[in-house]
């Protein structure tokens, strides 16, 4: 089994910033790709940055120029920096990760729980 340590979700202000973190542990070999997801109520799931499986990252647009994401290999965790906050960022964001289980030969999809970041004045 994979587990998930998400935190840093909160209410926010409009122009404020959180951090999220991520923190996988359990049956882990390796880790191809992690990153952070988003869905606000009646809308599909989308991506909001991540580390692809060739180490790039990925954004969404609406992402690139306030979030950052980055990463700490060593404790198998992501990061997700949003600063300029506004309330279209409002959602539940999740943590995914593309993981190869210890003793295993494939790889598995992961999410996590989800920590809720809402924006509003």
């Known amino acids: 089994q994979v587990q998930f340590v998400e935190s840093g979700g909160g209410l926010v202000q409009p122009g404020g910033s959180l951090r999220l973190s991520c923190a996988a542990s359990g049956s882990i070999f390796s880790i191809s790709s992690m990153g952070w997801y988003r869905q606000a109520p009646g809308e599909q799931r989308e991506l909001v940055a991540a580390f692809t499986s060739g180490g790039r990252t990925s954004y969404a647009d609406s992402a690139k120029s306030r979030f950052t994401i980055s990463r700490d290999n060593a404790k198998n965790t992501v990061y997700l920096q949003m600063n300029s906050l506004k309330p279209e960022d409002t959602a539940m964001y999740y943590c995914?990760?593309?993981?190869?289980?210890?003793?295993?030969?494939?790889?598995?999809?992961?999410w996590g729980q989800g920590t809720q970041v809402t924006v509003s004045s």
């Open positions: 995914n990760a593309e993981i190869r289980n210890s003793g295993s030969s494939t790889w598995g999809n992961y």
